[in-house]
Structures are given as C-alpha cells and as structure tokens.
C-alpha cells in the first residue's frame, strides 16, 4: 500500500483572497488558503496548484498590479508564530548538534 504525499491545508488557518491586474489588463481574484499565499521579493506568489510531477505551480504577481489582499490575520498570525517557535526549536537542535551551544 503506498502512502499519499498529497498535503492538506489545516481547515482552521483560514482563507485568502487577492485581486490583481493581469498582463492582459484584465482583473482576477484568486481565493487560497493562507499558507498558499505570500509576499517576498517585491511579488506576492499564490500557490495555484500542481503540475503533472506533483510540483506546486506558483503565479508571482509584482506588486504594483495587485489591487488589495484579503486574509484571516488572527489564525494566519498563528500559523506564523508556530513555524517560527518550530524554526527557532530546528535552530537550537542544529546548534547542538554541531556544538555551536
């Protein structure tokens, strides 16, 4: 029996929503979960599927076409304070490892 690697986005972590102009000059709106859409490098990258090999499909939109982004702040900032006590707790566990304590 194989095991899945299909990743389910935690219900509670809420939604978002973010409406943008396309090159076309057309607008979208693209609704996600949370954890699928974040701001780096000046583009907001929203996470808006998989290709054929299971890869995630990423749409970068610069942010000077993006018109407003909609999110649930409380549990995304949730979401945010957890990865950054289990990055913090990673960090810690190299140090020791490596004998950096």
Known sequence: MSQSTVTM??????RASIV???PDGEVESLD???EFLVYFGDHW???TGE???GNDVVRRVPRERVYHVERSVEEFRDRLD???????SRIGQTKSRIGLD
């Open 82 to 88: 957890s990865l950054l006590d289990e990055t913090k």
């Open 9 to 14: 986005p935690d219900p509670e972590l809420g």
């Open 51 to 53: 290709d054929d090999d």
């Open 45 to 47: 990258q929203v996470r």
């Open 32 to 34: 996600v979960d949370n």
């Open 20 to 22: 943008f102009e396309t």
